[in-house]
């Protein structure tokens, strides 16, 4: 995986998350993931075709998910996802890659990004079919924490 891809992805999320859910977030440690990795409680799972190919998988708790949802909903309650705060959050990933796609395109790299899918379990292992992930923790300053987990081949 060319490592130049991802900082696209981690600049666009931080600052994404403060702009829309109004809320600091400070970049963990990266690490590698091998396939199947665990994920989290409620996945977005937005898949990347064009001049490179993968998936990019926004990984939280369901308290987190709701205080995004809550924010991106202008502070309406969200005591539990229900359909309304799932399409909240998958539009939160959904500007996230778009806007992540136009910074590739101003470089020169074309991508297309498909509609996010949102994803709500306990226990989940993501396969990526042998491919390594690298893992972007976000600690929010809410005191949530969210995992980019990109997986890209070229």
């Known amino acids: 995986m060319n490592v130049e ?11 994404l998350i403060q702009m829309v859910c ?3 977030a400070n970049r963990g440690q990266i690490f590698v993931k091998d396939s199947p990795f665990m994920a989290d409680h409620v996945v977005i799972i937005i898949g990347i075709a064009g001049e490179f190919k993968g998936q990019v998988f926004f990984s939280m708790d369901e308290e987190t998910a709701c205080k995004i949802a809550s924010a991106m909903m202008f502070g309406m309650e969200v005591p539990a996802l229900d ?13 996230i890659l778009g806007n992540v796609s136009t910074e590739f395109y101003n470089q ?3 991508i297309d990004i498909t509609p ?3 994803l709500v379990g306990t226990d989940m292992a993501i396969s990526t079919k042998g491919i390594k992930t ?13 995992e980019i987990d990109i997986s890209i081949t070229s």
């Not at 891809?5 to 600052?15: A, C, E, H, L, W």
């Not at 690298?134 to 969210?146: A, H, I, K, S, Y």
């Open 116 to 118: 996010p899918t949102v």
């Open 22 to 24: 109004n809320v600091g």
């Open 134 to 146: 690298v893992c972007v923790p976000l600690v929010l300053d809410n005191g949530g924490r969210v």
């Open 108 to 110: 020169g790299v074309k």
């Open 5 to 15: 891809y991802i900082n696209p992805f981690i600049n666009v999320s931080m600052n």
């Open 83 to 95: 359909e309304m705060s799932k399409s909240a959050i998958a539009e939160l990933g959904n500007m």
